[in-house]
């Protein structure tokens, strides 16, 4: 280790962090380490690595700090954020430090990368002080494979670093075996002041990226998708490595589904949050094998792909025992849970949609909550947070699937595009091909808004592969590069739309939360050529026959006819404006848009016309 590295942690490292630290024989992180160090000004700095001991160090310190408080199922915690301001991810303030000679084109969140660099180090100049530094090593996809990508976590939140030993793969011995190599992403985050500890300083809250050195700053935040800097953090730098080196990193779970017989067919699914994507991965009798993240690459000519991920930090609300009994029996039973931002009452958290009625008093992120309490702008705080959260390890899940740290992945035999839509697409259907698949479904992505990010819910956005929040890239060439994946291919994957949410003209809606168990059932059998299908402007439509029987098979349930031509009737007019949407957007606001784009989206347009010429505005699938 260089002399004047060496200095800066012996005054501020005890010897067996000082150890861990010297048997990384790489220049590049000691560099970074000590800087972070001489920066933030921590009292002391703890480096862990794979070891149980240094784990449930974390564990403790993250209660011992007051982070997180355990509550009255053992291994249970809760961590409370900011209210309102730190409760979901925040576009606003995260932004790319881009070089005065590079642009990464006005449709992401860009600063000038000097600029942005000085104010961003300055929040975190001496956020420290009186605290203890936590450095972990983990590991973005399985350890040993072509997927893994070595991390650093600087942080000097125990509840971010004990998160990440649920969410991620150890990388401490992973990290030794790169020698001085320099192809590892790197993330420091500090909370910030903290109030009640909570983070205070909302008005300095920063998520800045810097690519060039593939290094992430995060300060003044607590909130997960925030901080965790593996989570959508690490998803930005990946998005630029698989640019650079011919893979995709994709906003996607990964499941197991079971066809006939043993069959077991691989998905993949992009959904915007809060739309269904944990939920799918979850259905019951299938098997997850993540549930947010996934790399995929082209191995002997076929798509593969792996969970970044081991664990879920995933939306409580509306969680239980009826909707999502798996995960609802892991989150009453003991072992370890992180729950952020309910309600406790008696060491007991209480959620929105959890199937009980939620206790007027009680405590959480504003401290003593009762019913009825208002904040300073006189609105009315509610009992938890719609983005409220749990975080598990995957490993606790019955329906894990084995296959979870296969270092060459899954066969991807579908890849799902969903959004929230309360008006246009039909349920489920199939794109024609690759390229339509990728164009019409994936970069057509629309949804209406969440509670996952910060701002206005239920808006109608655009949303391409429900990627948009984490590109790093420019649209086109992120386009680009999904079109071009396929000609590495044997076979690639078919491709599907599916939307929850479709609506009748009551206004309610038109499918139950089990009827996903269909759709996926339906798709393994196209992927295997065993269903046919009905050919509609948009794509490929089941037939009823195939849905009456999958709908007996997997929910005992009649499926009327009635209900199929509601929820398939095509939309013409309402698939019409949303092609007018994307088009404007591809053609006004996308410098450099594939010409396949607009000509798979004219193509679209020119089969939805020709069927209100013929049969009007709304067409049922017995007509098609
Ligand atoms: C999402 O919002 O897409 C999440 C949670 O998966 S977060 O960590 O906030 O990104
Ligand atoms: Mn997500």
Redesign the pocket.
Known sequence: MDAKYAKVFQAKLDAPSFAKLSALNNDKLHAFVADAVELCQPDSVLVCGDDPAGIALIRRLAVENHEEAPLATPGHTVHFDNYPDDQ??DKEVTKYLVPKDDTLGKNLNAIEREAGLEEVRGFLRGAMKGRRMYVRFFCLGPTGSVFSISCVQITDSAYVAHSEDLLYRPGYEQFKKLGNETNYFCFLHSAGRLVNNISADMDKKRIYIDYTREVIYSVNTQ???NT?GL??LALRLAIRKADREGWLAE?MFVMGVAGPKDRVTYFTGAYP?ACGKTSTAMIPGERIVGD?LAYFRAIDGQARAVNVEVGI?GIITDVNPQGDPVIHKVLTSPGEVIFSNVLVKDGKPYWFGMGQELPKEGVNFVGQWHIGKIDMTGNEIPPAHKNARYTISLRALANLDKQLDNPNGVPVGGIIYGGRDSDTSVPVQQAFDWNHGIIAYGASLESETTA??LGAQGVRTFNLMSNLDFLAIPLSKYIRNNLDFASSLQKPPLIFAANYFLKGTDGKYLNGMRDKGVWVKWMELRVHGEAEAIKAPTGMLPMYDDLKRLFKQVLNKDYSREDYIRQFTIRVGENLAKLERIDRIYRQDVADTPPVVMEVLAAQRKRLEALRAAKGDYVSPLEL
């Open positions: 979901g991810r909130y997960a998708g965790v989570k959508k906003h949050s947010d930090f996952a990010t």
